[in-house]
C-alpha cells in the first residue's frame, strides 16, 4: 500500500511537471508598446516603484500606522512623440488614489491605504538564550536530535542525495530522485545546525562535515556557482525558467535551502564551508537576476522562485551578513579558485525583487507565468486570500512579513496579514491543518474544508512561520493561538513517539489511515524538524520595556533588554503558570481564546492582580523577584464550524490547546459493515477527561456517551489527535455526528 501511495503521490507531481511545461511558455499578460517605448519611472514620495511594468495598471501602497501626511506622486516620462502628454492627479486623502494619464495611450493608478496596525517589530530571544525544561516538550526535542536527524539523513543517502553531488564530481551523473532531493537534505542540515546551538554532538558534526565536504568538491566543478545537482543532470547550463520547467525543477527552493542550511550550521559550528558555497551561488544570481544590469550592460532577468522558501533565507543570510563583516571577509577570501566579492545589500535587493515582481512577466524567460499555484497570478499587493500550493504560499506570506519587518515596508507586511486573516478564518482546520485540495496540495475556496482533505504536514509547517513573524510584527494573540495549535496538533501529529514514522498529508476523518517508514517525496521530516528546532524563539517575545509569553513551556530565557525569566508549565495538561521576574518590566501573558475564562485569575507574589488587557494579553507591571501565578482553567469542550459544509451537524471535541479524535481501535462497537464509524454524539452528553498511564505513553483521553445506528448508549473514546496512527491502520474521525 506505501509503494502505491508514494507512485500516486510522485504521479501527483509529474502532473505538476506537465502543468509547469505548459503554463510557463504561455505569455498571459502581453507588454504594452507604447510603455515601452516611453519609458517611465513612477515615484512616491521620492521612492521609485521599482516592480512597476506597462502591463499593470494599478499599484498599491500601505501608509504607516497614523500617517498624516497624502503621499505625492511624481514621474518621469520619454515619449518621442510631442502630442503626447503626462499628466498627474495627486490622491485628495490618505485612502486615496493618485492617477498618471498619458494621453491618447494608458493610465496608471496608485491606491493609497493607511495602515489598521501599527508595526510593533518585537524581537525573539537566541535560540541559546532560552532553555526548555518541560516535561512534554523535552521528550521530543530529544527524540527528534537523536532519531529522526540521523534516520532522515541515513534515508536520504538511500534516496541518491549524496550520490547526486558524487556524480557532478566525477562526471557520471545519474538522476536518481525527484529534483527537490537536494533542499530535502540541505533542510536536515538546516534543523541540525539549531539543534546543535544547545546539544553538542561530535559523531553527527562530523557526518555532516563530511556531506558538507561533497557539496563543496560538486559546487568546485561549477564555473558559475549554480549547484542544483537533479537541473545539472537532466537540464545542463539551463538555469531556472530557462529550463522550462521551474515549477518542477525545483532549482530556486534548492538554493535558498542551502543558505539556510550554510548560516544554521555556521551558527552552531562556526564552520564556513558550506556558508561559502552558498554564497557562491548567491553571487551567480544577483549578477544576472533581479533589478538593474548584469555587468555586460544588459538587463537582468526577471526570475521569481517558482517554490517560495528562498525570499526568506536569502533575507536571514543578507541580515547575518550585513552584523558580521569580518565573516564576509571569510567567505570572499576562503578559495582561491573562486573568490567573492560579497555585497549583502545586493542579497536584500534581491529579496525585494522576488517579492514585488510576482505576476510581473515583462523579461521572463519563455514568457513564463507560474500562475495562481505558485502565487504568480497577481502582483503580492493584489493577493487577498490563500490560494494556489498552500507550502509555497505559506512560505511567500513568511516571506513578506519577515521582508516588511525587516525594511519598513507595510504594503509587504498589510498584504500578509490580510491573507493570513482569511486562511484562519475562512481556510483552516479546526487543527490548524490548512491546504484542503489533494493533486496540487492547494487551498481551496473559503469554508470549502472536506474531512477528507489533503491537509500536508508542511503547509501547517509554513503556515506556523508566518504565525512567528506576525507576532512580532503585531504582538497580537490569535497568531500565538494558531501557533499552539500547529504545535501540539497539526505538525506534532504527523511524526509517531519514537521519531521514525510519518504522515504526509492528514484527512481529518478518513476510513484506514496508517504511518510510512519513509516516502518518496519525504519533506515533511525536514520541515517538521526545522519547526522544532527553533522551539526556543516560539515562547517569548519582547521589546525594550515589554516581555510577551506567547507560550506555556517550562523555560528559563534572558531578554536583551536585560530581563531574565523562569516559567514553570505543565502544558498541555495542565493550566497552572508560575512565572519569576529578575527586573522590573510590563508582562504580557497571552489569554489562550481556548479557555473557557476570558479573565483567568492571576496572582503577584499571592496576591490577586487586577489586570488589563491588551490585544489577547493579560498586562501585568511586575518588579524585581515578582513571582506570578496565572491559571488557565482547562475543561473537555465542544467545538462547532457552522460554516462549514461539511460538519453541519457534526461536533469536534478538545481539552485545553488539544484537538481530539476518535480511533476505532478503541470503539470497535462503533464499526459499520463498511467498517466506517457508526456512532453520534447527543448534544447534551457529558464529556469526561482522564489521564490513561498505559495508554499511549501516558495520555489524557475524553470519553462520553454516544448512540449507534439503533440509538443504543454506549461509551466512546477519544485520544488526542497528535498521537493517532500509532497503533497500526485504523479509522480516525474528528468529526462525529452531533445527535
Excluded at 544547545?198 to 553527527?204: A, E, I, S, Y
Excluded at 448512540?707 to 462525529?736: C, F, H, V
Aim: glycine content about 6%; charged content about 25%.
Amino acid at each position: 500500500m506505501e509503494k502505491l501511495y508514494a507512485i500516486l503521490i510522485l504521479s501527483a507531481y509529474c502532473s505538476i511537471s506537465t502543468f509547469a511545461q505548459h503554463n510557463q511558455t504561455q505569455n498571459h499578460t502581453k507588454p504594452c508598446i507604447d510603455c515601452k517605448a516611453h519609458n517611465i519611472s513612477i515615484y512616491v514620495d521620492d521612492v521609485e516603484i521599482r516592480e512597476f511594468s506597462c502591463s499593470q495598471k494599478n499599484y498599491k501602497r500601505v501608509l504607516p500606522f497614523g500617517s498624516k501626511k497624502i503621499p505625492t506622486v511624481k514621474a518621469n516620462f520619454k515619449t518621442s512623440k510631442n502630442s503626447e502628454i503626462l499628466k498627474i492627479t495627486q490622491a485628495d486623502s490618505l485612502n486615496g488614489i493618485a492617477t498618471i494619464d498619458i494621453s491618447n495611450s494608458d493610465k496608471y493608478t496608485i491606491t493609497f491605504e493607511v495602515a489598521k496596525k501599527p508595526v510593533l517589530k518585537l524581537q525573539y530571544p537566541e535560540i541559546t538564550d532560552v532553555k526548555i525544561d518541560d516535561v512534554f516538550w523535552n521528550k521530543y526535542l530529544s527524540t527528534f536530535f537523536k532519531t529522526t536527524i540521523p534516520y532522515s539523513f541515513k534515508k536520504f543517502e538511500e534516496q541518491g542525495s549524496i550520490r547526486h553531488f558524487q556524480g557532478i564530481i566525477n562526471g557520471k551523473p545519474k538522476a536518481e530522485n525527484n529534483p527537490w532531493l537536494d533542499g530535502l537534505f540541505f533542510e536536515v542540515i538546516s534543523a541540525s545546525g539549531n539543534f546543535l546551538l544547545t546539544n553538542k554532538n561530535d559523531d553527527l558534526e562530523k557526518l555532516i562535515d563530511s556531506y558538507i565536504d561533497t557539496v563543496f568538491k560538486a559546487s568546485k566543478t561549477s564555473p558559475t556557482g549554480y549547484l542544483s545537482t537533479h537541473v545539472m543532470i537532466k537540464e545542463p547550463n539551463k538555469f531556472f525558467d530557462a529550463n522550462k520547467n521551474a515549477l518542477f525543477l525545483h532549482d530556486a527552493y534548492n538554493f535558498g535551502t542551502m543558505v539556510e542550511a550554510g548560516l544554521n550550521y555556521y551558527k552552531a559550528t562556526k564552520k564556513p564551508k558550506l556558508l561559502y558555497v552558498a554564497c557562491r551561488f548567491a553571487e551567480f544570481i544577483v549578477a544576472n537576476y533581479g533589478y538593474g544590469n548584469k555587468a555586460d550592460g544588459t538587463p537582468k532577468i526577471n526570475m521569481v522562485p517558482s517554490h517560495e522558501l528562498a525570499e526568506e533565507t536569502l533575507l536571514c543570510l543578507y541580515q547575518y551578513l550585513k552584523n558580521n563583516p569580518e565573516l564576509v571577509k571569510t567567505l570572499n577570501n576562503f578559495d582561491t579558485q573562486y573568490p567573492l566579492n560579497i555585497k549583502p545589500e545586493r542579497y536584500a535587493d534581491l529579496v525585494k525583487f522576488w517579492i514585488e515582481n510576482r505576476g510581473n512577466y515583462d523579461r521572463r524567460e519563455h514568457n513564463t507565468n507560474y500562475g495562481e499555484y505558485a502565487q504568480d497570478h497577481k502582483y503580492y499587493f493584489d493577493q487577498e486570500r490563500g490560494e494556489g500550493h498552500a507550502v509555497r504560499a505559506n512560505l511567500f506570506y513568511t516571506a513578506m512579513v519577515a521582508a516588511g519587518l525587516e525594511f519598513d515596508n507595510n504594503t509587504y507586511i498589510s498584504t500578509a496579514d490580510k491573507i493570513w486573516q482569511n486562511i484562519y478564518k475562512k481556510q483552516m482546520y479546526v487543527n490548524g491543518s490548512v491546504g484542503a485540495i489533494g493533486g496540487t496540495e492547494s487551498y481551496a475556496r473559503d469554508y470549502i474544508l472536506p474531512n477528507d482533505g489533503y491537509c500536508e504536514t508542511c503547509a501547517s509547517v509554513a503556515y506556523g512561520f508566518a504565525c512567528h513573524y506576525l507576532i512580532s510584527a503585531h504582538g497580537e494573540s490569535d497568531y500565538a493561538d494558531v501557533m499552539e495549535l500547529e504545535m501540539y496538533n497539526s505538525i506534532l501529529g504527523c511524526i509517531n513517539p519514537d521519531g521514525n514514522k510519518f504522515f504526509y498529508k492528514n484527512p481529518i476523518n478518513i476510513k484506514n489511515h496508517n504511518r510510512w517508514d519513509w516516502h518518496v517525496c519525504a519533506c515533511c521530516p525536514p520541515m517538521l524538524l526545522k519547526f522544532y528546532s527553533q522551539l526556543q524563539k516560539y515562547i517569548y517575545s519582547y521589546n525594550d520595556s515589554e516581555v510577551y509569553i506567547n507560550q506555556f513551556i517550562s523555560s528559563s530565557a534572558k531578554f536583551a533588554n536585560g530581563v531574565e525569566i523562569v516559567q514553570s508549565a505543565n502544558m498541555p495538561w495542565n493550566g497552572k503558570v508560575q512565572i519569576k521576574i529578575s527586573k522590573s518590566t510590563k508582562l504580557k501573558i497571552r489569554i489562550p481564546s481556548w479557555t473557557n475564562c476570558k479573565r483567568p485569575k492571576i496572582l503577584v507574589n499571592n496576591k490577586k492582580y487586577d489586570y488589563t488587557t491588551d490585544k489577547g494579553y493579560a498586562v501585568i507591571d511586575v518588579k524585581s523577584n515578582d513571582i506570578i501565578d496565572f491559571e488557565i482553567e482547562l475543561t473537555a469542550r465542544k467545538i462547532h464550524a457552522p460554516k462549514v459544509p461539511f460538519n453541519k451537524g457534526k461536533v469536534a471535541l478538545a481539552y485545553g490547546p488539544i484537538i481530539y479524535t476518535v480511533e476505532l481501535v478503541d470503539n470497535p462497537h462503533f464499526v459499520d459493515s463498511q467498517k466506517d464509524f457508526s456512532g453520534a454524539i447527543p448534544k447534551d452528553a457529558k464529556l469526561d477527561v482522564q489521564f490513561e498511564k498505559n495508554t499511549l505513553g501516558g495520555i489524557y483521553t475524553i470519553t462520553t456517551t454516544a448512540l449507534d445506528k439503533s440509538s443504543n448508549e454506549k461509551q466512546i473514546k477519544a485520544i488526542p489527535y497528535y498521537i493517532r496512527g500509532n497503533r497500526g491502520a485504523t479509522g480516525q474521525y474528528m468529526w462525529i455526528a452531533e445527535k
